[in-house]
């Protein structure tokens, strides 16, 4: 046991000794250039989005009044649910107004027998002018059928009227639409053009959404498009986002641009018509309108091979004769997982985006060819992964998130980004 004991001891104080030595081996094996993983830039076509706030509006609204007095007799409708054009709503108490066609009736049959007979006497008048009946007699008939014909019209007119009235006791909807709960009960009485409505009625397919530009950045992107810097698409993409966050399928169109600067906000409104089949969009809803004005030609820097000081600065690095050359970027905005630089580096330009941990500014490197997957993966060029992060592990972006366009590139005038020529 004694000699057991000799023994670890022995080789615990060997182990000491050689740590030192061993130490030393692993910092002079980390002193040769580091690995990094690169890619090329290169200039791509980046489409040209604005996002806007909105707010939904329902293409027709209308209020239900009724025409004619009367007693609510029937609601002939579930509040809530899809109507017609033509559907019954309300039925008012139609007594009164079957009374009064009745007589408008009678009025045009006596109309219509005076008229005859009136008729005939003149007919009789004509055959006998000259012999017993005088020139004078056969005028005084001619008036009194006047007359009567007079009569009949307005015996008509009133029939049309009573007819009219009886019609209104049945109230239907003017649009197809989804019908409010009812502001009236049954028994109550209403009349006719009265300033409270029975209900309304809102058509939801399609739908409007409203939204507001800055002026003064449309003026911004009616430059980019005069300098060329910018081309505008053949027709204007509106993609709806809603409350939730959910992307909405349907696409929108223009309908309708303003013409005149709001004095308060400086900013002009412009109305977008989206299908809405499902009614996931309700009037009054606020949603986020993102616009596709055209396309620009810049260096996309992927996200995840940047770093942000605290004073805004976004930089990279890239590699340059064997050394790690820090840049600084300046940028207008994102476009998926990358950057849309505008100044710092060019196409051709290999950027370090992988082993970018403890990396210094004049550091030597050596580079290995990589690429960056949709979901901002770092891999070889023959499709493994890499094993190393660049303060993400595993080479993610933060979240799976992207941070906010800069506004500046992101606005834009939907009007000239579809026609340059447009308000010029």
Known sequence: MTNTLALRRTLAVAALIAMPGLA?????????????????????????????????????????????????????????????????????????????????????????????????TVNRYERLNGVGVTQGDLETAQTSLASAKATLSSAEASLKSAQLNLDRTVIRSPIDGVVDVPEFSVGALVTANQTDALTTVTRLDPIYVDVQESSARMLRVRQMISDGTMTPGDKLDATLTLETGQVYEGKGTLVSP????????????????????????????????????????????????????????????????????????TSKGSYQNAWVVTSGVQAGDKLVVDGLRDLKAGAKITTVPVTINAQGVVQDATGGGTGEGTGTEGGVVPNGTLPEADTDATSADPTTAADPDKGN
């Open 258 to 329: 303003s013409a005149l600067v709001s004095t308060t906000t400086g900013s002009l409104d412009f109305r977008f018509e989206f299908s809405n089949p499902d009614q996931l969009i309700l009037p009054g809803q606020f949603l986020r309108v993102e616009l596709t004005l055209g396309t620009t030609q810049a260096v996309l820097v992927p996200q995840r091979a940047t770093d942000r000081s605290s004073d805004g600065t976004l930089t990279a690095f890239i590699a340059a004769d064997g050394v790690a050359k820090q840049v600084v970027l």
């Open 24 to 120: 030393l081996a692993q910092s002079a094996g980390k002193s040769g250039p580091t690995e990094v993983g690169v890619v090329t830039l290169q200039t791509a076509s980046v489409p040209y989005d604005v996002t806007l706030p909105g707010r939904a509006v329902a293409k027709d609204q209308t209020e239900i009044r009724p025409r004619v007095e009367g007693t609510i007799e029937a609601i002939n409708y579930t509040a809530g649910r899809s109507v017609k054009a033509g559907d019954i709503l309300f039925t008012l108490d139609s007594d009164t107004y079957d009374v009064a066609l009745a007589a408008a009736q009678a009025e045009k049959a006596s109309g219509e027998a005076a008229v005859s007979a009136a008729q005939a």
